[in-house]
Every structure is written in C-alpha cells, then in structure tokens.
C-alpha cells in the first residue's frame, strides 16, 4: 500500500543552524502538507502546497520557513534558523486532490531536536 | 475556546469492553477524520466523514458523523490490546478549507 515517508526521522541540531526536512508524498497526489506536534501540544498545520505554489501557509510558517518540491517526488520543509521552540515532530502529509473532505494521508514524522 | 474539542482526554478499558471517543466542532464541519497515534508516532488514517450523518465501521471500529450537533463519536467494540493508543479527531471546517485542525486526543489503555 502506498505511504507517505519522511526523513530522517530524528534530527537534533544546535539553534540558529538550517535544518531541511524530507518528504516523499504518494506518487499520484497533488496536494501536499506540512503540520507540526510540540510534545504534549495538538498537531498544528503549518503550510499547504499545490502546483509549485503554496496554498495556504498558517502564522507559524514566517519567513524562517521555506518549502520546495526539487524534483517529481521530494517535497521538503526547510527552517534557515532553528529556534529552541522549532522542536517538535514534523509530519508531511499528502492527498489526491485538495478538495473539500479529502482525506490526508500522513508519513511517520521526523522529530526534530534543537538544542 | 477550542474549535474541535474532544471527550475523554483518557480513559482506561479493559479488553473486551467497549469504548466511545467523542469529538465536538464548533464550526459547521465538512470533512471529519479519525486518527490514531502511538506516542511519538505518525497519524494512522481510520476514517473520514463527510457532510451529511454519515456512519462507518472498519473492523472493530465504528465512527458516526451528527451534523446537526456538528459532533461525531468513535465507538470501539470488545477493545484489544492493539487498541490502544492515542485517538485524534481533525476537522475540515468552514474556514480551513484544505487544512485540517485537530482535537487534543484521547489516550486509550487498555488493561488485561
């Protein structure tokens, strides 16, 4: 069955370093995700991305994010200058179309450490 | 307050006994969805319900959409061991359209 993988699935990093988090969506899915989960804290949604654009982004994504599809295939999130607060598990999520009520399939999370 | 809040925030069911998680929006719902993680895990699609009072079942768990109370409930029946874990309900909702806002979730032990 097809499935949302993510990498690497931990990172710890030193605060004010870049990290880029990786994502390969299910191949035959246009709209793509990022959402994230502090520990102890709800999964929050942070951007959403169709066509080379993103979508929709929440005050979250400020401009210490960025997000890329590279290739036919990656779709990676990346933050120029952690902060402490960056901690937390990262999930990339994808769907076949980003319609009303379509369902969101999500990868396993990356937890990303910032110390 | 919260948009989606979700009832209990854990409970503890010994196996065999049956279970009901309930998740209520305060905004008119179109699309509700069913998760379960294990702790620091990814979200494990169960169910979507759409618009409408719909119903569905997947083996042993069964999820129902009421669109007039804008609340949908998951029901686990004779719960196993593999049941457990954390249950999180997300929303498509009237002004989030094609992002998903999620409840706290409910953990669920299940004892021998």
């Known amino acids: 069955e097809p499935e949302v993988t993510q990498t690497p699935s931990h990172q710890v990093t030193q605060m004010g370093q870049e990290v880029i988090l990786r994502c390969v969506p299910i191949?035959?899915?246009?709209?793509f995700y990022w959402y994230r989960q502090i520990l102890g804290q709800k999964v929050e949604f942070l951007v959403s991305f169709y066509n080379n654009e993103i979508s929709e982004k929440s005050e979250i994504f400020d401009d210490q994010f960025s997000v890329e599809r590279p290739d036919g295939s990656n779709f990676t999130l990346k933050i120029r200058s952690t902060k402490l607060e960056d901690s937390a598990m990262y999930f990339c999520a994808s769907s076949e179309s980003g319609g009303r009520a379509e369902t969101q399939y999500f990868g396993p999370g990356t937890r990303l450490l910032v110390l | 307050s919260q948009e989606l809040e979700q009832s209990p925030q854990s409970l503890i069911v010994q196996e065999g006994k049956n279970l009901t998680i309930n998740c209520t929006s305060s905004k008119t719902l179109y699309g509700l969805y069913w998760y379960k993680q294990k702790y620091g895990e990814g979200l494990i699609f169960l169910m979507m319900?759409?618009?409408?009072?719909e119903e569905k079942s997947h083996e042993k768990i069964t999820a129902k959409l009421d669109e007039k109370k804008q609340q949908s409930s998951l029901h686990i029946t004779a719960s196993q061991p593999s049941h457990a874990g954390i249950y999180l309900c997300g929303a498509d909702m009237t002004d989030s359209w094609g992002k998903l806002q999620f409840g706290a979730g409910t953990q669920v032990v299940v004892t021998p």
């Open positions: 319900l759409q618009k409408g009072g």
């Open positions: 191949s035959n899915h246009l709209y």
